[in-house]
């Protein structure tokens, strides 16, 4: 595949005969009114191309049942070759050549129908994909078919990629890998009478995915490794020291690691340093998705060795979502532990974001007396009102699931649990002195709901009912939506802040609005808020002091206030709403009772105070009491 004049017809033609196949130009296949029009000078749109491509792909499972075939075509855009890949064994190869060799070429070249001046428009639409045998076409055509077979050896006897760990999600990442025409070595260990066969069984489960090896033995799951080997772990992050253990006596130097679990960023740049030391690459990749995110497409925010993120870029975009534009959902987010930090971030905007929903839905069902069918419907139209997110779809697909004609939610223990980054992220918060509210009071409600024996004497004991709260729900629920909205802001621009001050503490230099558009698609975050934030932050530091944020939270403020005084009068908590409410009421006041604290900590402690009346670098003690 390639621009026109790229050699595709010879070296192809060339590489058939080595490989005693068929050869076919894809050209011999275009209607004749598709030549006339190149003839012509003029180029061919998708709706020309399309039953070309269509034709092609009806050969070329011809072609592959009768054993194969080398085929020329140019192939130009990823959404052509979708259409052609119509068999999963195919081979790109992409003959790569400058515009002046080529156009030179073209030159020269008589008794075709493409002309020229037609070279422009190829090279503007050409995708070049990632996956695709690379091949420069500057060499003599004889040196570029031996390069071809000598990739292609390698290609048959070496796998590209290694992933370790066949939980769900590294299964998952295995199978989107081998889907694109990667070919994968799959590793799980081995433990008698638990973990046994486990790389067999992906692979015998999955008999279409000819491009998948799986390995009980470590060693040789490394040797079947093209290098410098690739290799992904997708393991628990409490393993990950002593799986790292095991890998750095049978690895060489240049060879790259991936984390692609959910380590805490103080051990990802402690490891990133130590096998720095032993010339060995070091990635910590957040990824976030979930099951059908690793299989379909996930966001990945990778940190650690640049040099590593170059040589596996390819892999990372290639299985990640998209976002609206067509850009990967994956970033190189900077050195060391930043990519497993985001994604920690990411974790506790999630926690948030759940803990809110959970209150919305709370106060509907237990405030304004809706029936939770009625609930999911006034969730629906949230979402089609551009308030769409996947935690929202998640929440109304579960108000909507019953068993046995009962409503499966009712029979769930109202007791959350929870791994940690959520805690992490609080911990970070402190660390870095920005103050998060929301999230801290997300991860504490969750430890609160794990003490079931003790609420359950308490409500005994204080009366778990709320009094009857008489009014309309059609009344209430535009100012529930606005305290939603309002509390959604707020907790994604503290995320945002804790992931700048980081930045700038270890000089990360992160783009947060690359951060936002990759936060976009294929994880758990994404949402219509998200692609606003996106735009957003390509311009502005501070969400909330964006031109088209201010009037938004300004129309809010005094139903987010009525929501939450109103739920807390009624004895109903809303911890996070009342978290984000205070946060946003503390931003925008210009004088704190925060001089009263600098007083107190001045008489108890000799702590000092600076006053306002006086220099800015100038400190004070005062004795309080006189004696």
Not at 120 to 149: G, K, N, T, W
Not at 428 to 447: D, H, K, N
Not at 525 to 543: G, K, Q, V
Request: aromatic share 8%; with cysteine.
């Amino acid at each position: 595949m390639g621009v026109a004049g790229s050699g595709k017809t010879t070296i192809g033609g060339m590489l058939a005969r080595e490989l005693d196949l068929p050869f076919y130009d894809a050209d011999d296949f275009h209607p004749p009114a598709n030549i006339a029009r190149m003839g012509q000078g003029m180029p061919l749109d998708d709706d020309d191309r399309a039953p070309w491509l269509e034709l092609l792909a009806v050969n070329i499972r011809a072609w592959e049942a009768g054993g194969g075939a080398v085929v020329a075509c140019s192939a130009l855009k990823e959404q052509y070759r979708v259409t052609l890949r119509s068999v999963r064994d195919i081979v790109w190869i992409f003959l790569d050549g400058s515009d002046s060799l080529i156009l030179e070429r073209l030159r020269w070249r008589s008794g075709h129908f493409m002309p020229a001046a037609l070279l422009d428009s190829q090279f503007a639409v050409l995708e070049i994909p990632p996956y695709a045998i690379r091949v420069d076409v500057s060499a003599r055509p004889e040196e570029i078919v031996r390069e071809i077979l000598t990739k292609l050896k390698v290609m048959h006897t070496h796998s590209e990629f290694g992933l370790i760990g066949l939980g769900v999600m590294g299964t998952s990442l295995a199978l989107n890998l081998a889907e694109k025409g990667v070919l994968v070595s799959v590793y799980n260990r081995h433990v008698a009478g638990k973990e046994e066969g486990i790389a067999a069984a992906v692979v015998g489960n999955n008999p279409e995915m000819r491009s998948l090896k799986g390995f009980d033995n470590l060693s040789d799951f490394i040797q079947s490794l093209a290098r410098p080997r690739k290799v992904m772990m997708m393991i628990y992050s409490g393993a990950v020291d002593q799986q790292l253990e095991e890998l750095v006596p049978i690895l060489e130097p240049g060879d790259i690691v991936i984390d692609g679990g959910n380590s805490h960023y103080k051990d990802t740049t402690r490891r990133s340093r130590w096998l720095a030391g032993k010339d060995l690459l070091y990635l910590g990749a957040g990824i976030s998705g979930g099951e059908e995110g690793a299989r379909k497409g996930p966001a990945i925010m990778a940190g650690g060795s640049e040099r590593a993120y170059v040589l596996v870029a390819r892999y990372l975009d290639l299985i990640a979502a998209k976002d609206q534009a067509g850009e990967p959902c994956s970033a190189y987010i900077g050195p060391e532990g930043s990519g497993h930090f985001v994604k920690m971030v990411h974790n506790g905007i999630e926690y948030a974001e759940m803990q809110l929903l959970a209150e919305t839905y709370y106060l509907m069902r237990y405030l304004l007396k809706m029936p939770p069918a009625d609930i999911a419907d006034v969730l629906a139209e949230w979402a089609s009102g551009g308030l769409d997110s996947y935690l929202l779809e998640i929440t109304i697909d579960i108000l909507r699931k019953e068993e046995d004609g009962e409503l499966l939610l009712d029979k769930i223990l109202d007791q959350a649990e929870q791994k940690g980054t959520g805690g992490s992220s609080a911990g970070a918060a402190l660390e870095y002195g920005v103050p998060y509210g929301p999230l801290s009071e997300a991860v504490m409600v969750r430890a609160l709901s794990a003490i079931r024996s003790e609420r359950l004497e308490a409500a005994r004991l204080y009366g778990a009912e709320p009094p009857y709260f008489d009014n309309e729900p059609q009344r209430w629920l535009p100012k529930l939506k606005n305290a939603y909205q309002a509390t959604r802001i707020i907790n994604h621009e503290i995320g945002f802040n804790l992931i700048r001050k980081a930045s700038s503490q270890h000089q990360w230099e992160t783009d947060l609005a690359r951060i936002a558009s990759v936060w976009t698609n294929g994880c758990i975050i994404r949402s219509a808020l998200m692609e606003d934030l996106a735009r957003i932050l390509r311009s502005e530091e501070s969400i909330l002091d964006s031109p088209s944020v201010v009037p938004e939270m300004k129309s809010r403020r005094e139903d987010f206030a009525d929501v939450v005084a109103l739920a807390l009068k009624q004895g109903l908590p809303v911890p996070v709403m009342s978290a984000a409410l205070n946060y946003f009421l503390g931003c925008i006041s210009s004088d704190s009772p925060a001089n009263l604290i600098q007083a107190q900590r001045d008489y108890f402690g000799a702590h000092t105070y600076r006053r306002k009346d006086k220099p800015a670098d100038q400190y004070y003690h005062t004795l309080w009491k006189t004696l």
